[in-house]
């Protein structure tokens, strides 16, 4: 595909799509500021390093020279690292550096259009929202640079019952963080917007405090007010190299020079890929093609007394708006994606403001359908066209944070930039400068897709990226698969599961049953919803299996290390919370961030008086890793290797359970030999040395069985075989997690950078009196604070029984007390043994203690909720001990 820089336009005429089409420049707002920006000429050649100056000709305060050394340097001059810079500088990171190959925001900032909206479905995203409309709002009065903030509000409109489902559920999380949301009927959005079309509509989420900026404003904007705090800018200045040091510290070689930096971000957009390779790394972005258009200017709009609200709209897969007197068309097309530079490492260093030719075969169909949503546009000739492209990640979620090279930071992969990189950046800036974040971001954690095989990451990332385009305007219904590049990572029960009709969630790579259907055969389709479906029979079976029966389900999903060592005892004791068990034994223990925030909670298990076998959430598997070594003690003899990869886990759970068992092992599993919380090495079904662990997360009595992957197979089918008699069944995700909502068995869903052990319910893990721990002085200092008074917990968490039998409780779901929101839900499932829907849920402290009356709004309604004081199952752990 040809790339074109700045050019002529033809006019395309709606009814002549035949006709020459060339892409050519940026949307021009207000007095086409960000146009002239990039059009105007250096003086200075622009080499220069500033700081207090914005524009490429101002001369700079500190001369000429790149400095000797920076507390961070950030790589990438757009929205950023431009905000990356803002925030580094604005938490005392005033030694900042940015470096900038060309000019700032020449990336695609500088084409992005520019859209804030508060319609999301989660806490972190709707704080990040609230906080990027506000940082515009304000930003020019700090920086004196023009941002052209306009406050449009936005219509999210809905056809089908799914759309309303998901949009309603929005209403949640924008109650508890207050951000404005209105649910809206057909006759209201045409009141609001009267260009229009509501016919087959079924309503809206109205947020009237959404808007868009000028990308490059708001880029420059951030950077003048870093710079007016101390920090500097070097542009026309590629970045060559990055060396590590000893010491932990970086050389940066650059094209004038080399700058020694503590720490480095990565924040480098479409060259994210070629800048992680000079440290050893690998990330999956696709640079996918992105397409918007201006019209020519309609006459209806001059008659306007305020601006219209920008729409999106899933039928036109895309977005629509005012711009000016013109109308503006956005189209993420959900075939057919093109995916850019894919090939080698990435696109060329010489490249500067680059675009595309639109292929209107692709985006055809959508913007037929814009135009049939509002038919003011469509005599209209087609003015510019922007072709740019935009990176993706393979999920959908950035890649923030630490990379797995101590103090190489990533900000990446954010193809919503403009929305989310003022929240990206101040919380980036906070990890670095803090140890922990403000809000959690684990969903964004930049180490998550460490299970990608180095040589897989640009082609995984470019058929992930790809498919992620193509989702970006279909409903998010809880529980809906991606079916690209997938299966990534199987075990060897796969092709068995897969035989039986399981259907597969993805976590971490693996590929772990969600359900099975009632009958062996193909697989069936996946039922997603965001109320019980198909496979809600289905389940209750498989849970009815685990609580009176006996059941197996494939659990390898975990993190799993060994810590090796003499030592291995005392590290484990300054990292985590809780006293190492006893030799035999096995435990519960938590890591902290410094802030004394719960980064990981961790199962021992003590193999050896030198063995530790520590099992943590898949995604452990980098950051638990990472952490490990950031906080190791020094001169300790021990060693951390992972098993992730080695070992599988059956989970065989249930009354039957130890009957199972016996029949394929000779171990004495009896409660004196082999307790409850014990762990040791037994043969199974021929298979040596298997790591049994008596623990569970169904509230039934049962083992987890760690083996080899390669023997996995051999172990179910010998399991199986016995277990016939006893009525043994295989059970998916659904089913755990509906066994564990019932046993108030928390996941790491609540526990999170968001709270600390008191809020969460910790307290009887963390043992504060044997001494140091990472965390430890923080968390005591945070308590001291709350009970004293100065500064009262925010939160509590609570275990709701919820009055909801036509839908299950999801994360982000709003709590409420008296009509007033109080809190949000972390997860929730339905409970088929007791027969109720459940949840957790976070909430105000007041609201948290058992008994209280509550509401909580699930598919948009509110429904009776109170909050209960103990587990609804084996309360009293009697059948885990049986």
Known sequence: MRVTHLGLLTSWGRHDPTAALVCVLCPMRGDSVALRRLLRPDPQGGSDVEQGSILPGEAARAGSTLPDSARAVVIGGGICGASALYHLAHEGWTDSLLIEKAELTSGSTWHAAGQVTHSVSSYALAEFRRYACELYASLE?????????????????????????????????????????????????????????????LGAVHTPDDGHVDP????????????????????????????????????????????????????????????????????????????????????????LDRELPVVRDDYVSGYLRQEQQSGLIGIYEQTGAEAVWHDGDGPDWSLENPLFDADFDRVGLWLARAFERMPVLEPLGIKQVICGAISYPPDGEPLLGPSGV???????GVQVGIADGPGLGRELARWMVHGTTGVSVRAYDARRFGYIDRSDVMSYGRVKGAEDH???????????????????????????????????????????????????????????????????????????????????????????????????????????????????????????????????????????ADHLYLV?????????REFFETH???????????????????????????????????????????????????????????????????????WELHLPVEDLAIVYDALWEAGEPLGVADAGNHALDSLRMEKRYCTSRELTHDVNPDEAGLHRFVKTGKGGFVGREALLARRARADSGEEPYRWRLAYLAVEADHADVHAADGVYADGRAVGLVTSGAYGFHCRQSLAFAYLAPEHAEPGTALQVRVVGELCPARVLGEAVHDPANARLRA
């Not at 970045?239 to 050389?251: E, N």
């Open 470 to 608: 193509h989702y970006r305007h279909q409903t998010p219904l809880p529980g809906l698969e991606r079916p690209a590049a997938r299966p990534y990572r199987t075990t060897g029960l796969y092709e068995r599961l897969h035989g039986k009709g399981a259907v597969f969630t993805q976590v971490y790579g693996w590929e772990r049953p969600k359900w099975f259907p009632a009958t062996a055969g193909l697989p069936q389709e996946d039922m997603v919803s965001f109320r019980h479906t198909g496979w809600f029979d289905t389940v209750a079976e498989e849970c009815r299996a685990v609580r009176e029966r006996v059941g197996i389900l494939d659990a390898t999903a975990f993190a799993k290390f060994d810590l090796i060592g003499p030592d291995a005892a005392a590290v484990l004791d300054h990292l985590t919370t809780n006293t190492v068990p006893t030799v035999g034994r096995i435990g519960l223990t938590y890591l902290l961030t410094p802030t004394g925030r719960v980064e990981s909670e961790l199962t021992v298990t003590r193999l050896a």
């Open 141 to 201: 009065a700090e920086s004196e640079v023009a941002t052209s903030w306009h406050r449009s509000g936005s219509l999210r409109v809905a056809y089908h019952a799914e759309e309303v489902d998901w949009l309603r559920a929005q209403l949640g999380p924008a109650a508890y963080v207050g951000n404005a949301m209105e649910w809206v009927s057909p006759s209201r959005i045409s009141e609001l917007h009267p260009f229009y079309a509501t016919d087959g509509m």
């Open 216 to 303: 490059a404003g708001a880029a420059n904007a951030m950077v003048r007010a870093a710079r007016n705090l101390g920090a500097a800018v070097s542009r026309r200045n590629r970045v060559l190299g990055i060396r590590r040091r000893r010491d932990g510290s970086f050389d940066v070689d650059t094209e004038r020079g080399a700058v020694r930096a503590e720490h480095v971000v990565n924040a480098a957009g479409c060259y994210a890929h070629r800048v992680a390779r000079m440290v050893g790394l690998d990330v999956p972005i696709a640079n996918v093609l992105h397409t918007y258009l201006l019209t020519e200017p309609v006459p209806a709009f001059g008659d």
């Open 406 to 412: 101590p103090n190489f930071w990533q900000m990446v």
């Open 616 to 624: 943590s959430a898949a995604a452990g598997e980098g950051k638990d």
């Open 632 to 702: 190791w003690p020094d001169g300790a003899d021990a060693e951390l290797v992972s098993r992730s990869m080695e070992l599988g886990v059956l989970n065989v759970t249930g009354p039957e359970a130890r009957r199972l068992l016996s029949r394929v092992t000779a171990a004495d599993l009896g409660n004196e030999a082999f307790g409850w919380l014990r762990g040791k090495l037994i043969n199974v079904a021929g298979v040596p040395d298997v790591r049994a662990l008596r623990v569970g997360f169904t509230g039934e009595l049962g």
